[in-house]
């Protein structure tokens, strides 16, 4: 293979992009023209970037070690480098696929959409950025729930997804959660939630900001029924979502190198007027001061999650089988 036959999709970065880009076409270059070339910012949670004449699909850069990465290998290794073991952003349903066995997933609610109820507009209407994410990613909202079999366990699962919307929580996300943690209290089941999230969902104002107060509300009943609940959060997991059900797990457990945090490190900067430490909001920072209990490697998560679970079921024998 040639060596320029490859494409170069770096994650998170600046791409050139003038073939069927997502959004708003731009006017297409003149022939031959470089002035007209421009930089197009991706949208949040877009992991591509393409390169004219160029099949896509074929390599990753890692952002981190700037290897190019195989796409078969990035996927059959979860979406890891094999080189640097930097983590990158998973799909909801590849990472439900990496834990629960085969076939033993029963999704819940897996209709229920959002609703504009605040007719909000903006740059654009909240209504018109539903139905992209819906088109793009392939998913009703930025939460898949369900149960299934992690090893010999039952539990119930709920991950989230940050290409939808930046992985915020809206009333869907906050209405599907709490129903499956109910559902847990009632069967008796583990709970694991696996959190990647902006924060509330803005374009719902007050409704999203509720959905807070009552994913807890019904956490509170499944802690009093002495059922475990493990909180997984990945990167990243920031604000109304890290403020409410991401962070009261009996068990709170990270991706390495995730950034987990409640504002941004800028406004945190700007209002104390402080430097902030070196790796500020990292998995590593918060494990060394005690706010997480873990981090786990994406490739060691199922063995984790099963091994946590038997600990922690060991007088349950509801959880098992
Ligand atoms: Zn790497």
Redesign the pocket.
């Known amino acids: 293979m040639s060596t320029t036959s490859f494409t170069k999709k770096t994650l998170g970065s600046l791409g050139f992009d003038t073939v069927e880009p997502a959004v708003t076409p731009p006017p297409p270059p003149a022939p031959g023209s470089t002035a007209t070339s421009f930089a197009k910012k991706p949208k949040v949670g877009s992991t591509k970037s393409r390169k004219r004449e160029i099949p896509e699909g074929l390599w990753t850069k ?6 190019m ?1 195989f796409d078969k290998e990035l996927d059959e290794n979860l979406k890891v ?6 983590h990158f952003p998973i799909g909801a349903r590849e990472r439900i696929h990496s834990l629960v066995e085969t076939c033993t997933f029963e999704e819940s609610d897996a209709d229920m959409t959002s609703v504009d109820i605040l007719g909000f507009k903006g740059v654009g209407s909240y209504a018109s950025k539903l139905e992209s994410h819906k088109k793009n990613t392939g998913l009703k909202d930025a939460v898949i729930t369900g149960i299934g079999k992690i090893g010999e366990h039952r539990v119930a699962l709920g991950v989230m997804d940050f290409s939808f919307l930046g992985g915020s929580m809206g009333s869907v996300v906050g209405e599907k959660l709490t129903r499956l943690i109910e559902k847990a209290t009632e069967k008796n089941l583990p709970l694991i939630i696996i959190s990647t999230s902006g924060g509330a969902r803005m374009y719902e104002g007050m409704f999203s900001l509720m959905q807070m107060a009552k994913t807890c509300g019904a956490l509170a009943y499944h802690a009093e029924a002495k059922l475990p609940y493990i909180s997984v959060l990945t990167h990243p997991t920031t604000a109304g979502v890290m403020a409410s059900y991401a962070s009261v797990g009996d068990l709170i457990i990270a991706e390495p190198q995730a950034m987990i945090g409640f504002a941004g490190p800028r406004v945190i900067k700007d209002t104390t007027q402080a430097d902030l430490p070196p790796g500020f909001q990292t998995a590593e920072f918060l494990l060394d001061r005690g706010l997480i209990d873990a981090i786990v490697s994406r490739k060691d998560m199922k063995q984790q999650l099963i091994d946590y679970i038997s600990f922690m079921t060991v007088n349950r024998t509801a959880a098992v089988g």
């Open positions: 890692c952002p981190k070690c700037s290897t990465v480098c094999p080189k640097c073991a930097h």
